[in-house]
C-alpha cells in the first residue's frame, strides 16, 4: 500500500483527465503544493514517491528543504521580489513568477554571480486582477521578446492563477494561446478545484495543495 493514498488519488485523476483529453498521461508533473504545510503532512507524500514541490516564499522554503534537496524539484510558484533574487537562484529549479523587467534582470545578474540559472516561467495575469501579480496578456509578447532577446534568459513555458470567480478554462486557453504564438510548450495552470480542466487545454504541470495535504490549518491568532 502506498505511503499516500491522496497522491495515488491525485495520479489517478490527472491520468484519467489526460486519457480524456488523448493526451500522454507522462507528459504531465504534478507539483505538490506544500506551502504553509507541517511536515508530518509532507512526509507520507515525499516517501510515496513524490519528488516535485511548490513553494511561495524563498524563507519558508529555505527553512523546510535545506538538507532535504537531493533527488527533488523545487518550484518557486509565489512572488518574487528583487531582493531575494539570489536566494531564489540558489535554492529553486524552476521559477514560475517572472513577471516584470526588474525582476528579470535581478535573475540575471543573481544567475551570473552565481553559475546556474533556475528554468523559468513568466506568470500572465489572464484576468488582469489589479491585486495579482503577471504580466497582461496584451503585453506578454513584448515582455518575452525583452527578456530572452535582451537579457538572454532562456523561458521555458507560462503560468497562471485564473480569476477564483470565473470559469478557469479561457483563462486557461487564453494563456495556451500566447504560449503558441511564442513557441513556448509548457504550461503551469489548474490547481485543487480546476486541474482537470487545464489539463483539457494542455497543462504540462498541475499546482495541487489542499487536494494533496488537506486544508491548510489557520494562523494562530
Given amino acids: ?30 507539483t505538490a503544493v506544500s506551502k504553509q504545510q507541517p511536515w508530518e503532512a509532507i512526509e507520507p507524500v515525499l516517501a510515496a514517491g513524490q519528488k516535485v514541490f511548490g513553494e511561495n516564499r524563498v524563507q519558508e522554503a529555505a527553512s523546510r528543504w535545506t538538507g532535504r534537496r537531493q533527488g527533488l524539484e523545487l518550484r518557486l510558484i509565489g512572488p518574487l521580489q ?7 537562484v540558489a535554492l529553486f529549479d524552476v521559477v514560475e513568477t517572472l513577471d516584470r523587467e526588474k525582476l528579470a534582470q535581478a535573475l540575471r545578474a543573481a544567475a551570473d554571480l552565481a553559475g546556474r540559472l533556475p528554468r523559468l516561467y513568466v506568470q500572465v495575469n489572464t484576468g488582469e486582477e489589479p491585486q495579482k501579480a ?3 496578456p496584451l503585453e506578454a509578447d513584448a515582455f518575452l521578446d525583452r527578456v530572452r532577446g535582451g537579457l538572454g534568459l ?28 511564442n513557441g513556448l ?10 486541474f482537470e480542466t487545464a489539463i483539457a487545454f494542455g497543462a504540462t504541470s ?10 491548510r490549518a489557520a494562523p494562530a491568532v
Fill in 1 to 30: 500500500m502506498s505511503a499516500s493514498p491522496a497522491l495515488d488519488a491525485i495520479l489517478a485523476r490527472i491520468a484519467a483527465a489526460a486519457q480524456a483529453a488523448g493526451r500522454d498521461p507522462s507528459g504531465i508533473r504534478l
Fill in 82 to 88: 528583487t531582493n531575494k533574487a539570489r536566494e531564489a
Fill in 134 to 136: 503577471g504580466v497582461a
Fill in 154 to 181: 532562456p523561458v521555458e513555458g507560462l503560468m497562471c492563477i485564473p480569476p477564483a470567480d470565473e470559469p478557469p478554462g479561457p483563462h486557461f486557453a487564453l494563456l495556451a494561446k500566447i504560449a503558441a504564438r
Fill in 185 to 194: 510548450d509548457r504550461l503551469s495552470m489548474g490547481m485543487s478545484g480546476d
Fill in 206 to 215: 498541475v499546482r495541487v495543495g489542499s487536494a494533496l495535504f488537506g486544508d
